[in-house]
């Protein structure tokens, strides 16, 4: 196993660089499959490896259900973890798995609630809220626990009453390109992934970024109109109020509270991102995507190592 065990447990520091890299240079599309493919990946591979030092620094403990073969000192001789890593990796595991957990459950109770406010109104695509005070909008996934199989989109009078004809359509057509391309389930793994590895915490608020762009460019594709989605924007945001408490980042897709702001108004005033592509391995795009493709690629070939090398040990270990 060697020092690859533990690889992937500090691979992911490089999710910050590529970030930054990959949410400035490709396109938003490009850039929100890398980020939630790396992230997934990396995360995968750091809590396979905390559980690889758990058996193994753990098989010495007197009471473990391991075989006692495992705490053989040939077999310790070539897994030379002792007991404190072991026991070390149990709490860290403990706590991967109760936050992600608690994201699932937090995903799954927003999903239900903003459902169950549905209830009453008229079936079709675009739910209506007859709310004035509070001007949200958001994409409601469909699936089982929501209201239609195919999602809604969310918005509520005030909001509507804040926009114009124009600025209307681009609102719908932005909440329609988000499901569409299923963004909640980008900014799910996303979410799991920086509670499986707290360096991952960079990539989660990048595609949180270009998940919106990639909504905002779909809408600018769809209305023609570039200002007219950059207007809409910059007015639901003076006027919105988040229709959904806490984890609603990764159930529901809001029109103007996620990602700056700022940021995606001045990307739609100015030129057309170029279409997704294998950027030149030069450029500072080429040098993100090449990053976390190396980076993902060596944290899952040493959680490959170490994993082959402790199933081959204790499998000749063990008397079967």
Known sequence: MGVFVFLPLVLPLTAWPIARLAEQQLHPRAATWLLATVGGALALCSTLCLMLLMVVGTA????????????????????????????????????????????????RRVRTRA?????????????VLPDDERAYAYALPGGRGAAGARGRIVVS??????????????????????????????????????????????????????AERWADEDAARTVGDRRAVARAIGKAALVSRPAAGRGAATALVGFATAGPVPRRVAALLGPVPPAPALPPAWTAAGLALWTAAGGTAVSALASANATVTLFTVLRAATVL
Do not use: K
Not at 85 to 101: D, K, T
Not at 117 to 127: D, N, T
Not at 158 to 184: F, K, V
């Open 60 to 107: 010495q403990l007197p009471g473990n259900p391991l075989p006692d073969a495992w705490a053989d000192p040939e077999v310790r001789a070539v897994l030379p973890y002792d007991e404190v890593v072991g026991q070390a990796a149990i709490p860290l595991l403990a706590a991967v798995a109760g936050a992600c957990a608690h994201l699932v459950w937090l995903h």
């Open 115 to 127: 459902a169950r406010a549905l209830v009453g109104l008229p079936e079709g695509r675009l739910a």
């Open 157 to 210: 009078r005030a909001m509507l009453e804040s926009l114009d004809a124009r600025e209307r359509q681009a609102l719908i057509a932005h909440e329609e390109a988000h499901l569409t391309a299923r963004h909640h389930r980008f900014l799910l793994v996303a979410g799991l992934a920086a509670r499986a590895n707290p360096f991952l915490r960079p990539l989660r608020t990048a595609v949180a970024y270009t």
